[in-house]
């Protein structure tokens, strides 16, 4: 499962290691954005906090993922990440889950705060239901 946003340094990459704690060996979670940039302190803090030590993710772009044309289920977190697919991938199921990029709200530190934790709530049960979803098929 491949996660792309815009930067590769927040919701995407928040979506990975949220997918990867689940520690299901038939799943690869893996993030890229089309135009990475650095991880910002507030995601770094955050996911501490959730317990998941981010600081030293590589945000990656969407062409420097290995064998892209391999990967089985894509995750657009963002209206922009359409642009790294002008064609729908033949072999792969691409699925939009647009969510607000919490790294770039502005605020009190409780709205930020907020912020990430609605990603972070959405992503969690999203990939919880992929995940779910994807082993119901498997088992049938």
């Known amino acids: 499962v491949l996660f792309v946003d815009e930067r590769s340094s927040c919701r995407s ?3 990975e290691f949220i997918g990867t704690s689940l520690a299901d060996p038939a799943f690869l979670f893996l993030s890229a954005g089309l ?13 501490a906090s959730k317990g998941f030590d981010v600081s030293r993710a590589v945000p990656r772009a969407v062409t420097d993922v290995e064998h892209l044309e391999h990967q089985d ?3 657009l977190l963002a209206p ?24 770039t709200v502005t605020g009190t ?10 990603a972070f709530t959405f992503l969690q049960g999203q ?3 992929l995940v779910g979803a994807v082993r119901d098929i498997g088992s049938r």
């Open 35 to 47: 135009d990475p940039l650095p991880i910002a302190a507030a995601t770094k803090a955050f996911m």
């Open 109 to 118: 530190e409780a709205q930020v705060r907020a912020a990430y934790e609605k």
């Open 13 to 15: 990459l928040m979506a």
């Open 127 to 129: 990939i919880r239901d």
């Open 73 to 75: 289920v894509i995750v």
């Open 80 to 103: 922009e990440a359409k642009r790294a697919f002008p064609r729908r991938p033949r072999k792969a199921v691409l699925i939009e889950w647009p969510i607000e990029d919490p790294s």
